[in-house]
């Protein structure tokens, strides 16, 4: 999980804010990678999909690792008590404007299927997923149980919480644009 980020503004991207600087055909697929960085478990889940383009920088980036969101923009990170700490920013935020949440689906759509040419029939058949259910999951309609998390990680080759703990991260999103106005109003207990 991602333990820190190394400015406000990196923070504010990752709570889903816009940003005036980066394009607006950016924004989505950096909240993507973000919230697949923040689902890192093993050193494997980092190389999947391979489309992400895990980089070791090097020179006076040494110590410092990107993900491409594409040619031109990547999301820049350190490790830390085996935990990416982000990398600052220079994004700046119109606080009127929130980007949509991102459903998991969207990830193993954009990024597993899309980013490496692969058909949703060829995951269906190595996976076990039901063509139908998996369709729904590509489509947003559905959310990633259980078995479809462990069926895809083993596909995928990747850490058995990863697609879990993405829809996890959209559920909480969605629960806390719905209920935020309510949890203000609650006052933390003292310990």
Known sequence: MISSFADAETAR???GDRSRR???DIQRPALRKLRQLNRIVSPYDRLIPPGNRFEELKGDREGTYSIRINAQ???TFRWEDGAPVMSASKIIIDDSERLPNIHPGEILREDFLIG?????AEVAAGSGIAPDK???LLNERVPIDAESALRLARYFGMSETFFL???NDFDLEEARSVYRADLDHIVP???
């Open 13 to 15: 991207i990752w709570n």
């Open 22 to 24: 980066l394009p607006q």
């Open 73 to 75: 923009w990547r999301v």
């Open 116 to 120: 490496n040419d692969i058909s949703a």
């Open 134 to 136: 998996l369709e729904a």
């Open 165 to 167: 703990g993405l829809q």
């Open 189 to 191: 207990r003292a310990a």
